[in-house]
């Protein structure tokens, strides 16, 4: 004799299938729970390392193509290249945007390019996306360009520039949640031109204002009295320009310590490192890239340039609007730069070194 199967048992084993046959069939859009733990690839060029790729596990073939064209593709060289990094705040990208296009450039050959992050749910914000195609940019090229898959902010600063080996390229990494001075090109070509050379700097900040990384004492850091610009050890990443030599160095190193799961962070007195470890307690490391560029800093002394404008006028400002790193703040960090001084082009030898507690070392 058979037993009748209950109605809600067939329709509760149809569910199960038809989900099974779902995820089957979405595998390549599942996303990594935790985006820190991504790896990515080192892409040379004759021995030399040129940018890094990330490594997406993908069974279809129209992903893997466009990741492939996404990030193995070579362009020319430009005097500068402005790369906006974004995800899904559409009238941040279009304030920060319209002031570029303010600013002065001569007669360079510039490129800006926009760069959309996907949700972890591999969609791209719809208004973000038809903001970033809608502009115009009057001084040179431009591009709008998606991330195939969900990178994250490690993904974002780590794989959208390619230095060629040797390159004489500026590119500058901007944020969506910034503004720029219409001189913030100007001051990077005198900065570049007079320090990239120098073996211990490793970038220029536009920011004007930041604060004392020291645990001891996280208050507003001040620049040297009379000193334009000063060397600092940690990085400002509201506007960032690295110096293409070294920061192919930092790739390089990166792709190879990231994958060591239980590589320690730890910079001695730095309140960056406190803030990492809570994260890891808390599983939010994904949010954090730049304590690897601090650390690498710390263990081959390099510095950032800053600026020191009076009043902490800035080539950059931030909003700080709602996103990873702030809530509910909506208000700018320092005032931009408005006007620019035949003085600012005498730039000192020797910058003075400052270190985390705003101490004057040299």
Same mark, same amino acid.
């Given at each position: 004799?058979?037993?009748a199967i209950p109605s809600y048992l067939k329709l509760g084993s149809i569910f199960v299938i038809c989900m099974c046959l779902f995820v089957y069939l979405n595998w390549d859009t599942v996303p990594p729970r935790n985006i820190s733990y991504m790896n990515f690839t080192v892409v040379r060029e004759k021995g030399n390392v040129v940018h890094l790729v990330p490594e997406i596990n993908t069974t279809s073939e129209q992903v893997y193509k466009r990741i492939t064209e996404t990030y193995n593709t070579r362009d020319?060289?430009?005097?500068?290249?402005?790369? /906006?990094?974004?995800?899904?705040? @559409?009238?941040?990208?279009?304030?920060?945007?319209?002031?570029?296009?303010?600013?002065?450039?001569?007669?360079? $050959?510039?490129?800006?390019?926009?760069?959309?992050?996907?949700?972890?749910?591999?969609?791209?914000?719809?208004?973000?996306?038809?903001?970033?195609?809608?502009?115009?940019?009057?001084?040179?090229?431009?591009?709008? +360009?998606?991330?195939?898959?969900? /990178? =994250? +902010?490690?993904?974002?600063?780590? !794989?959208?520039?390619?230095?060629?080996?040797?390159?004489?390229?500026?590119?500058?990494?901007?944020?969506?949640?910034?503004?720029?001075?219409?001189?913030?090109?100007?001051?990077?070509?005198?900065?570049?031109?007079?320090?990239?050379?120098? %073996?211990? /700097?490793? #970038?220029?900040?536009?920011?004007?204002?930041?604060?004392?990384?020291?645990?001891?004492?996280?208050?507003?850091?001040?620049? %040297?009295?009379?000193?334009?610009? $000063?060397?600092?050890?940690?990085?400002? !990443?509201? =506007? $960032?320009?690295?110096?293409?030599?070294?920061?192919?160095?930092? *790739?390089?190193?990166?792709?190879? @310590?990231?994958?060591?799961?239980?590589?320690? *962070?730890?910079?001695?007195?730095? /309140?960056?490192?406190?803030?990492?470890?809570?994260?890891?307690?808390? #599983?939010?490391?994904?949010? &954090?890239?730049?304590?690897?560029?601090?650390?690498?800093?710390?263990?081959?002394?390099?510095?950032? *340039?800053?600026?020191?404008?009076? =009043?902490?006028?800035?080539?950059?400002?931030?909003?700080?609007?709602? =996103?990873?790193?702030?809530?509910? &703040?909506?208000?700018?960090?320092? &005032?931009?730069?408005?006007?620019?001084?035949?003085?600012?082009? &005498?730039?000192?030898?020797?910058?003075?070194?400052?270190?985390?507690?705003?101490?004057?070392?040299?």
């Open positions: 004799m058979k037993t020319r060289e430009y005097d500068l290249r402005i790369i /906006v990094v974004v995800y899904n705040r @559409a009238q941040s990208l279009t304030r920060l945007l319209n002031s570029l296009n303010e600013a002065e450039y001569g007669k360079d $050959f510039i490129k800006l390019e926009v760069w959309i992050d996907r949700s972890i749910d591999q969609m791209i914000d719809s208004l973000t996306l038809r903001s970033a195609n809608e502009f115009r940019f009057k001084h040179g090229q431009y591009s709008v +360009i998606q991330h195939p898959r969900h /990178v =994250g +902010i490690y993904g974002q600063w780590l !794989t959208t520039w390619k230095p060629k080996i040797n390159s004489s390229e500026i590119a500058v990494i901007l944020e969506d949640d910034l503004t720029v001075s219409p001189y913030f090109y100007k001051y990077l070509k005198l900065v570049h031109r007079k320090y990239d050379s120098y %073996p211990d /700097v490793n #970038g220029y900040a536009l920011q004007g204002s930041t604060i004392k990384h020291s645990v001891r004492d996280s208050s507003q850091l001040q620049g %040297p009295k009379g000193s334009l610009v $000063f060397l600092y050890p940690v990085l400002g !990443t509201w =506007g $960032f320009s690295p110096n293409p030599k070294k920061w192919i160095k930092f *790739l390089d190193w990166f792709a190879v @310590a990231s994958r060591n799961k239980d590589y320690q *962070l730890n910079v001695p007195g730095n /309140v960056v490192s406190d803030w990492y470890r809570q994260f890891q307690r808390e #599983g939010k490391t994904s949010s &954090i890239w730049s304590i690897w560029h601090i650390y690498y800093a710390w263990k081959n002394n390099e510095y950032t *340039l800053y600026s020191n404008f009076e =009043g902490h006028a800035g080539l950059s400002t931030n909003w700080q609007e709602d =996103g990873l790193h702030y809530l509910n &703040i909506r208000k700018t960090t320092n &005032i931009l730069l408005t006007e620019w001084k035949p003085e600012y082009e &005498i730039l000192p030898d020797k910058p003075h070194h400052v270190d985390i507690a705003g101490k004057v070392i040299s």
